[in-house]
Protein backbone atom coordinates (compact mmCIF):
# COMPACT_ATOMS: atom_id res chain seq x y z
CA UNK A 1 0.00 0.00 0.00
CA UNK A 2 2.84 2.20 -0.56
CA UNK A 3 0.70 4.81 -2.95
CA UNK A 4 3.61 7.85 -4.07
CA UNK A 5 7.14 7.61 -2.74
CA UNK A 6 9.45 10.02 -3.05
CA UNK A 7 13.51 9.51 -2.39
CA UNK A 8 15.52 11.05 -0.71
CA UNK A 9 13.61 11.99 2.27
CA UNK A 10 16.38 14.80 3.16
CA UNK A 11 18.97 16.20 1.42
CA UNK A 12 21.94 18.96 1.72
CA UNK A 13 23.40 20.35 -1.68
CA UNK A 14 26.28 22.58 -1.50
CA UNK A 15 25.45 25.74 -4.18
CA UNK A 16 25.88 24.82 -8.21
CA UNK A 17 25.85 20.89 -7.61
CA UNK A 18 23.57 18.56 -9.43
CA UNK A 19 21.08 16.17 -7.93
CA UNK A 20 17.81 14.50 -8.71
CA UNK A 21 14.69 14.01 -6.75
CA UNK A 22 12.77 10.39 -7.51
CA UNK A 23 9.46 9.69 -7.53
CA UNK A 24 7.18 6.44 -8.27
CA UNK A 25 3.60 5.97 -7.38
CA UNK A 26 2.17 2.57 -7.45
CA UNK A 27 -1.48 3.36 -8.27
CA UNK A 28 -1.08 3.30 -12.81
CA UNK A 29 -2.15 7.10 -12.54
CA UNK A 30 -1.65 8.89 -16.06
CA UNK A 31 -0.38 12.07 -14.33
CA UNK A 32 1.91 13.79 -11.96
CA UNK A 33 3.48 16.50 -10.63
CA UNK A 34 6.13 18.51 -8.46
CA UNK A 35 5.51 20.69 -6.05
CA UNK A 36 7.50 22.97 -3.56
CA UNK A 37 6.37 24.36 -0.54
CA UNK A 38 8.06 27.01 1.29
CA UNK A 39 6.84 28.83 4.82
CA UNK A 40 3.59 30.87 4.19
CA UNK A 41 3.27 30.43 0.24
CA UNK A 42 1.53 27.14 -0.14
CA UNK A 43 1.88 24.58 -2.43
CA UNK A 44 3.59 26.34 -5.93
CA UNK A 45 3.46 23.57 -9.15
CA UNK A 46 7.10 23.38 -10.75
CA UNK A 47 6.21 20.70 -13.69
CA UNK A 48 3.61 18.02 -14.45
CA UNK A 49 3.28 15.61 -17.05
CA UNK A 50 -0.47 14.71 -17.53
CA UNK A 51 0.36 11.23 -19.33
CA UNK A 52 3.49 9.14 -19.93
CA UNK A 53 5.64 10.97 -22.50
CA UNK A 54 4.63 14.55 -21.86
CA UNK A 55 5.56 17.51 -19.48
CA UNK A 56 4.57 21.22 -19.06
CA UNK A 57 5.72 23.71 -17.10
CA UNK A 58 3.73 25.01 -13.95
CA UNK A 59 3.73 27.94 -12.41
CA UNK A 60 7.54 27.94 -10.71
CA UNK A 61 9.60 25.57 -13.50
CA UNK A 62 12.91 27.80 -13.34
CA UNK A 63 16.01 26.21 -12.47
CA UNK A 64 14.72 22.61 -12.85
CA UNK A 65 14.21 20.00 -15.27
CA UNK A 66 11.67 16.71 -15.11
CA UNK A 67 11.31 13.42 -16.70
CA UNK A 68 8.74 11.08 -17.20
CA UNK A 69 10.67 7.88 -17.13
CA UNK A 70 7.84 5.93 -17.49
CA UNK A 71 3.97 5.80 -16.11
CA UNK A 72 5.31 5.21 -12.70
CA UNK A 73 7.83 7.37 -12.18
CA UNK A 74 8.67 11.47 -12.46
CA UNK A 75 11.94 12.77 -11.55
CA UNK A 76 12.78 16.53 -10.88
CA UNK A 77 16.55 17.60 -11.76
CA UNK A 78 18.17 20.41 -10.11
CA UNK A 79 21.44 21.01 -12.58
CA UNK A 80 22.65 23.92 -10.32
CA UNK A 81 21.77 24.25 -6.56
CA UNK A 82 20.26 27.73 -5.61
CA UNK A 83 20.28 28.65 -2.04
CA UNK A 84 16.55 30.20 -3.34
CA UNK A 85 15.79 26.57 -4.05
CA UNK A 86 15.74 25.29 -0.44
CA UNK A 87 12.29 24.22 -0.05
CA UNK A 88 10.19 20.95 0.88
CA UNK A 89 9.29 18.75 -2.75
CA UNK A 90 6.31 17.00 -3.48
CA UNK A 91 5.51 15.05 -5.48
CA UNK A 92 1.37 13.51 -6.28
CA UNK A 93 -0.33 11.93 -8.92
CA UNK A 94 -3.67 11.51 -10.09
CA UNK A 95 -5.43 9.18 -12.18
CA UNK A 96 -6.55 11.92 -14.36
CA UNK A 97 -5.61 15.34 -15.25
CA UNK A 98 -8.00 17.05 -12.51
CA UNK A 99 -7.03 17.39 -8.95
CA UNK A 100 -10.00 15.49 -7.12
CA UNK A 101 -8.06 12.33 -6.79
CA UNK A 102 -4.49 13.63 -6.11
CA UNK A 103 -2.55 11.66 -3.83
CA UNK A 104 1.20 13.24 -1.96
CA UNK A 105 3.76 11.68 -1.19
CA UNK A 106 5.67 12.39 1.91
CA UNK A 107 8.29 15.44 0.37
CA UNK A 108 11.66 15.54 0.21
CA UNK A 109 13.39 18.18 2.43
CA UNK A 110 16.17 19.82 0.41
CA UNK A 111 18.53 22.49 1.61
CA UNK A 112 20.99 24.35 -0.62
CA UNK A 113 24.06 26.02 1.74
CA UNK B 1 2.31 34.60 -8.07
CA UNK B 2 -0.66 33.34 -5.32
CA UNK B 3 -4.06 33.66 -6.67
CA UNK B 4 -5.91 32.51 -3.53
CA UNK B 5 -6.45 34.54 -0.34
CA UNK B 6 -6.79 32.21 2.63
CA UNK B 7 -7.65 33.41 5.94
CA UNK B 8 -7.06 33.31 8.81
CA UNK B 9 -3.74 32.56 9.01
CA UNK B 10 -4.04 30.26 11.94
CA UNK B 11 -6.53 29.55 14.88
CA UNK B 12 -5.76 29.18 18.16
CA UNK B 13 -8.87 26.86 19.43
CA UNK B 14 -10.73 25.35 22.43
CA UNK B 15 -11.70 21.47 21.77
CA UNK B 16 -14.91 21.45 21.10
CA UNK B 17 -15.49 24.45 19.27
CA UNK B 18 -16.30 24.90 15.75
CA UNK B 19 -14.12 26.50 13.16
CA UNK B 20 -14.92 28.07 10.15
CA UNK B 21 -11.79 29.13 7.28
CA UNK B 22 -12.13 30.51 3.80
CA UNK B 23 -10.72 31.54 0.04
CA UNK B 24 -10.89 34.16 -1.73
CA UNK B 25 -9.66 35.01 -5.38
CA UNK B 26 -10.04 37.84 -7.98
CA UNK B 27 -10.48 34.43 -11.22
CA UNK B 28 -13.19 32.50 -11.13
CA UNK B 29 -12.54 28.41 -10.58
CA UNK B 30 -13.74 25.01 -11.94
CA UNK B 31 -13.31 23.30 -8.74
CA UNK B 32 -12.40 24.05 -5.18
CA UNK B 33 -10.50 21.53 -3.11
CA UNK B 34 -9.53 21.59 0.89
CA UNK B 35 -6.58 19.72 2.11
CA UNK B 36 -5.07 18.94 5.46
CA UNK B 37 -1.58 18.71 5.82
CA UNK B 38 -0.03 16.80 9.02
CA UNK B 39 3.43 17.45 10.02
CA UNK B 40 6.32 15.79 8.21
CA UNK B 41 3.23 14.42 5.58
CA UNK B 42 2.36 15.35 2.14
CA UNK B 43 -1.56 16.95 2.19
CA UNK B 44 -4.75 14.53 2.15
CA UNK B 45 -7.53 15.43 0.08
CA UNK B 46 -10.60 16.51 2.68
CA UNK B 47 -13.13 17.24 0.16
CA UNK B 48 -13.67 18.25 -3.15
CA UNK B 49 -16.17 20.37 -4.75
CA UNK B 50 -17.20 20.61 -8.54
CA UNK B 51 -20.20 23.07 -9.16
CA UNK B 52 -21.01 26.52 -7.90
CA UNK B 53 -23.24 26.69 -4.50
CA UNK B 54 -22.51 22.91 -4.08
CA UNK B 55 -22.17 22.30 -0.52
CA UNK B 56 -20.35 18.65 0.73
CA UNK B 57 -19.99 17.26 3.70
CA UNK B 58 -17.29 14.86 5.28
CA UNK B 59 -17.86 13.55 8.82
CA UNK B 60 -17.14 16.67 10.57
CA UNK B 61 -16.34 18.85 7.79
CA UNK B 62 -18.40 20.58 5.50
CA UNK B 63 -17.13 22.94 2.54
CA UNK B 64 -18.94 25.08 0.12
CA UNK B 65 -18.31 26.19 -3.73
CA UNK B 66 -19.13 30.29 -3.31
CA UNK B 67 -22.13 31.12 -6.39
CA UNK B 68 -19.34 33.57 -8.02
CA UNK B 69 -17.17 30.42 -8.21
CA UNK B 70 -14.34 32.91 -6.58
CA UNK B 71 -14.27 31.78 -3.17
CA UNK B 72 -14.98 28.97 -1.21
CA UNK B 73 -14.89 28.09 2.76
CA UNK B 74 -14.64 25.03 5.53
CA UNK B 75 -16.42 24.91 8.46
CA UNK B 76 -15.18 21.69 10.54
CA UNK B 77 -17.61 21.54 13.83
CA UNK B 78 -16.87 20.21 17.32
CA UNK B 79 -12.89 20.23 16.74
CA UNK B 80 -11.10 17.48 18.66
CA UNK B 81 -7.39 17.56 19.30
CA UNK B 82 -6.71 15.35 16.08
CA UNK B 83 -8.23 18.14 13.65
CA UNK B 84 -4.30 20.18 14.62
CA UNK B 85 -2.55 20.76 11.22
CA UNK B 86 -2.24 22.82 8.61
CA UNK B 87 -5.31 23.37 5.71
CA UNK B 88 -4.81 24.43 2.71
CA UNK B 89 -7.63 25.20 -0.15
CA UNK B 90 -7.02 24.80 -4.10
CA UNK B 91 -8.64 25.87 -7.15
CA UNK B 92 -8.24 24.49 -10.52
CA UNK B 93 -8.40 26.48 -13.32
CA UNK B 94 -9.65 26.05 -17.30
CA UNK B 95 -6.83 23.89 -17.41
CA UNK B 96 -6.97 20.37 -15.39
CA UNK B 97 -2.91 20.54 -14.81
CA UNK B 98 -3.41 23.98 -13.13
CA UNK B 99 -3.72 24.04 -9.71
CA UNK B 100 -3.36 26.84 -7.31
CA UNK B 101 -2.61 26.77 -3.35
CA UNK B 102 -3.28 29.13 -0.74
CA UNK B 103 -0.75 29.81 1.76
CA UNK B 104 -2.69 27.36 4.13
CA UNK B 105 -4.25 28.04 7.75
CA UNK B 106 -2.88 26.68 10.86
CA UNK B 107 -4.92 24.94 13.38
CA UNK B 108 -3.94 24.45 16.42
CA UNK B 109 -7.07 22.80 19.01
CA UNK B 110 -6.27 23.36 22.64
CA UNK B 111 -7.56 20.36 25.42
Known amino acids: NAGVTQTPKFQVLKTG ?10 MNHNSMYWYRQDPGMGLRLIY ?3 SEGTTDKGEVP ?5 SRLNKRE ?19 SSETGGYSE ?5 GTRLTVV | GQQLNQSPQSMFIQEGEDVSMNCTSSSIFNTWLWY ?4 GE ?10 AGELTSNGRLTAQFG ?8 NISASIPSDVGIYFCAGQLGNNNDMRFGAGTRLTVKP
Open chain 1, 17 to 26: QSMTLQCAQD
Open chain 1, 48 to 50: YSA
Open chain 1, 62 to 66: NGYNV
Open chain 1, 74 to 92: FSLRLESAAPSQTSVYFCA
Open chain 1, 102 to 106: AFFGQ
Open chain 2, 36 to 39: KQDP
Open chain 2, 42 to 51: GPVLLIALYK
Open chain 2, 67 to 74: ITRKDSFL
